[in-house]
C-alpha cells in the first residue's frame, strides 16, 4: 500500500505560480512511476504529467507547453509539480498518483491516489 498526501495548492493570479508537492508513505517510493491528474466539475480526470520512477522520463500533457515542470525526490519520498505561468484554465483539483510500473498517461493505470488539493488561478 501507498498513501498520498498532495499540499501546496491555492488561489494564485493568472501569470503567478505554485508548487504542489506529493508526500508518499508505505512501499519504497522509488519503484513507484508517479503523475499528476487534474479534474474540473463535469469532467474527467486530466494527465497533467508524469516521472519515472528513477525520476529519469518526464511525459506532460499538450496544454502543458513548457509551464509545468515534474521532479522528485526519492529520498524524501515526495513528488513535485512546479507550475509557472498559470491561466485561469489550470483552476481544477490536482490529484497525486502512484503505480508500480513504467509511466503512462491514464488515469486507470494508477492504483494510489491522493486526495487532491484545489488550484485556483484568477483572472
Known amino acids: 500500500q501507498v498513501q498520498l498526501e498532495e499540499s501546496g495548492g491555492g488561489l494564485v493570479q493568472a501569470g503567478g505560480s505554485l508548487r504542489l508537492s506529493c508526500a508518499a508513505s508505505?512501499?519504497?517510493?522509488?519503484?513507484?512511476?508517479m503523475a499528476w491528474f487534474r479534474q474540473t466539475p463535469g469532467k474527467q480526470r486530466e494527465f497533467v504529467g508524469g516521472?519515472?520512477?528513477?525520476?529519469?522520463?518526464?511525459r506532460y500533457g499538450e496544454f502543458v507547453k513548457g509551464r509545468f515542470t515534474i521532479s522528485r525526490d526519492n529520498a524524501k519520498n515526495t513528488v513535485y509539480l512546479q507550475m509557472n505561468s498559470l491561466k485561469p484554465e489550470d483552476t481544477a483539483v490536482y490529484y497525486c498518483?502512484?503505480?508500480?510500473?513504467?509511466?503512462?498517461?491514464?488515469?486507470?493505470?494508477?492504483?494510489?491516489w491522493g486526495q487532491g488539493t484545489q488550484v485556483t488561478v484568477s483572472s
Open positions: 498518483a502512484a503505480r508500480r510500473a513504467i509511466l503512462v498517461g491514464s488515469p486507470n493505470a494508477y492504483d494510489y
Open positions: 508505505g512501499r519504497p517510493f522509488s519503484t513507484y512511476a
Open positions: 516521472i519515472s520512477p528513477s525520476g529519469g522520463i518526464t
